[in-house]
């Protein structure tokens, strides 16, 4: 089933984001996404929510798709919640998970630590990672969603805060290239807008023209809304209710449950002409 949900509001409204233009008159109607139009975000029936008689003409262009890693393009094996209370400890991680209901960034986190406490914090983290690169398994879709990019010309990028070893393995052990591939070394990291942009300006493309698809809300979402991109949260086990996009800063384009449904929403909602 594909979501589309209500844009968020703008934090800033000279953003090159073409939701933003729903606030700014001045827009350009013609540069506005068919599905962005106020009626066609009101209108729940599928039936309704593709008008292509009338739509077709004023499609966007989509450019590129950033992808994250774990939990998108593979099969989630990290135990986050393990790792986070190896890390902080029963006790802290009950107290820091109370005061972030919508996550724990663990590597920001310890950011501020002592030198010696990173240092043996890194190590877990990297134990837990390795684990996981063990049982490394290709996400549904993925392979078939990456073959339809490339027939349609459409970059693929990737951006993780899992290390460079982990994106160098996911290369040669799945045969699929992505470029560029960030991983945390790049800082700042996502949540931070920055490897985004650094992607958009590798490619020459504006940011309105690329969608980040990721499984975090809190992180891939975020990144994404940051950079002023379109967005596509993938919620494979229906982890994300509607209270989680209360903040509607936080409110994703599109929400997909599993990576085949991204291909027919690409065909359904933008100009993917090579
Ligand atoms: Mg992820």
Redo the contacts with the bound molecule.
Sequence with gaps: MIHINRPPKSRNPQSLNPINSLQNPSFSQSRMPSFLSKSFLRLPPKSLLFPMSTVAAAKSRLRGVVF?????LTV?VIDFAAMYKAVLGDVEYKRIKAENPSGIDILHHIESWSPEKQQEAYKIIADFEKQGLDRLQIMPGAAELCGFLDAKKIRRGLITRNVKDAVDLFHQRFGMMFSPALSREFRPYKPSPAPLLHICSTWDVQPNEVMMV???LK??VACGKNAGALTCLLDEKGRYGSQDFANLDLTPDFKVSSLIEVHSLLKSNFDLTP
């Excluded at 994250?68 to 998108?72: L, V």
């Design positions: 994250d890693m774990d939990g998108t989630p990721g499984d975090s992180d891939d």
